[in-house]
């Protein structure tokens, strides 16, 4: 009986094993292939050293130019009677005459000037009166040449100077302003000071400042050309321009005639 319960018992357990499913194995995912990549995004090339690259600032960043400065100019008008002063040397005046001096030479008034428009000759003083080659004693500068004029001082027994032309670089002469000059310097703002008299003459006193520099100056109430001139610099030094013993309106075209040309 033991021995048939125990082939029973084998019996069963080859039917139960047959019968029973084998476990099912978890299933494997297939390998998927790589997928592909992006190729990598370009990038900036980099600054080159000490160079910085260009940056656009925010709106809240940017800065507004400053405004333009406005500039205005305001035409300064010639007071009416400064104006009528200044005119008569074109209304009246024709020619000058007179003894220059001043700072430049020494307050020694010795050579004397005419002057009639464009035309201009200048008699040279000197105190020598011996008569010597070469020499001469009048310039016309407009012609740019210089003649001796005055027999006692050009002609002698055995020297002549009359009849020799001496040519004269007129721009190496150190020529003063004649006044006309002047008058045409003035600015519309001069001051006129007041009414005065100068070498026996009606003047007009005024004052301007010009490069930094005070200027006085005496017009000629009749012909509007002044007689004297001093500028004064920011130091206190003066130089002085001064005119004696002005003749008005007696020369001709005829007087600027050089003789020896």
Not at 123 to 129: N, V, W
């Amino acid at each position: 009986m033991k021995i048939k319960a125990w082939i029973v018992a084998i019996v069963l357990m080859f039917v139960l094993a047959a019968c029973a499913k084998p476990a099912e194995k978890p299933a494997v995912p297939e390998a998927q292939p790589p997928a592909e990549q992006a190729p990598p995004a370009e990038q900036p090339p980099a600054p080159e050293v000490g160079v910085k690259p260009p940056s656009r600032p925010l709106p809240s960043e940017r800065q507004q130019a400053p405004p333009a400065p406005v500039v205005t100019t305001e035409k300064v008008s010639m007071s009416p009677q400064l104006r009528d002063l200044l005119k008569r040397a074109d209304e009246k005046l024709t020619s000058l005459q007179y003894l220059y001096g001043g700072t430049e030479t020494g307050n020694l008034f010795l050579d004397t000037y005419f002057v009639k428009g464009e035309k201009m000759k200048i008699r040279k003083y000197e105190e020598s009166y011996y008569v010597r080659e070469g020499y001469y004693d009048t310039v016309y500068v407009h012609l740019g040449i210089a003649c001796c004029e005055v027999l006692d001082r050009c002609r002698s027994h055995n020297v002549d100077n009359t009849k020799t032309n001496f040519a004269v670089d007129a721009s190496m002469l150190k020529l003063p302003k004649t006044p006309y000059q002047w008058v045409k310097e003035i600015p519309p703002d001069a001051v006129i000071v007041g009414p005065q008299t100068f070498n026996q003459r009606s003047v007009t006193h005024l004052k301007y400042t010009k490069d930094g520099m005070e200027v006085l100056m005496w017009v000629d109430d009749t012909y509007g050309v002044p007689h004297k001139i001093v500028l004064t610099d920011q130091n206190g030094n003066e130089i002085r321009y001064q005119y004696n013993d002005m003749l008005f309106n007696g020369l001709k075209d005829t007087n600027f005639d050089a003789p020896c040309d």
